[in-house]
């Protein structure tokens, strides 16, 4: 009888990389595009149709579901999740992906340890501080932070 590894890494053929990308398993990463010269840090889950820009960094324990868009030169802290289902019937769409919305990073943005995304739009250039919920787009360069966030300063 095979007693599965609880670290054992699950890459799917499915998914797409780029050149020079480094990965610390243990990862669960299937149907995503991976860019060139990127980092994936261990206990990372990037599902089906996310798509990572090129020299983005991703830290241990994040989460990033469908519908996500990372720009190039980012950064994602570590334990970051993202939300694709905001329970617009309120309770779980599960498999109808009619209700999900997407989420789109622009480039240049660093995102803190223990940030949670709602599907929203990120412009170029934000930082945004560990911890923080964002619930609505972020149309300003900054630096945004807080439960919501909220810019705190301009770049």
Not at 88 to 98: L, R
Not at 106 to 118: E, F, Y
């Amino acid at each position: 009888m095979h007693r599965p590894n609880l670290f054992e890494s699950k890459i799917n053929n499915d998914v797409v990389f780029g050149e020079n990308v480094k990965i610390i398993t243990p990862v669960n990463l299937y149907g995503c595009r991976i860019g060139n010269n990127c980092f994936i840090g261990p206990f990372v889950e990037i599902q089906k149709d996310a798509v990572i820009g090129d020299r983005t960094k991703i830290q241990s324990h994040s989460f990033i579901c469908e519908l996500v868009t990372i720009g190039e030169d980012c950064f994602i802290g570590h334990g970051v999740m993202f939300i694709n289902d905001v329970f617009t019937s309120g309770f779980p769409a599960g498999g109808d992906k009619a209700k999900w919305n997407p989420t789109q990073i622009g480039n240049n943005v660093s995102i803190g340890s223990n940030v949670t995304l709602l599907p929203v739009t990120i412009c170029d250039k934000v930082v945004i501080g560990a911890g923080a919920v964002v619930t609505s787009d972020i149309q300003k360069p900054g630096i945004y932070a807080g439960n919501p966030a909220k810019l705190v300063r301009t770049l």
